[in-house]
Nanobody
Framework: QVQLVESGGGLVQAGGSLRLSCAASRITFTSNTMGWYRQAPGKQRELVADFSSGGTTNYADSVKGRFTISRDNAKNTVNLQMNSLKPEDTAVYYC????????????WGQGTQVTVSS
């Protein structure tokens, strides 16, 4: 089973930057996607960005141009560089790995709080 360890997050003023990191262990399948989701109070969890093993990236419209996702396949890590942060980016951010022939296996990190003050 994949295990995920997240780091980063915290409190930052609007316009500031933060970097989230996630290290994954025991990734079994070569077909996988590593990514970040977030959940704000009272809202559903939503995709922020993900990065497939084939090299494809996907971003939520709300973060395009401000956030950058990267991954290191050798280390099984995925990072999220968040710039020009806005108060509406405040949420718990979760690392996610999906793997398998149909990406049917999904694993979550414990979540890390990002708070952006105005």
């Amino acid at each position: 089973q994949v295990q995920l360890v997240e780091s980063g997050g915290g409190l930052v003023q609007a316009g500031g930057s933060l970097r989230l990191s996630c290290a994954a262990s025991r990734i079994t399948f070569t077909s996988n996607t590593m990514g970040w989701y977030r959940q704000a109070p009272g809202k559903q969890r939503e995709l922020v960005a993900d990065f497939s093993s084939g090299g494809t990236t996907n971003y939520a419209d709300s973060v395009k141009g401000r956030f950058t996702i990267s991954r290191d396949n050798a280390k099984n890590t995925v990072n999220l560089q968040m710039n020009s942060l806005k108060p509406e980016d405040t949420a718990v951010y979760y690392c996610n790995v999906r793997e398998g022939p149909s990406y049917q296996y999904s694993y979550w990190g414990q979540g890390t709080q990002v708070t952006v003050s105005s």
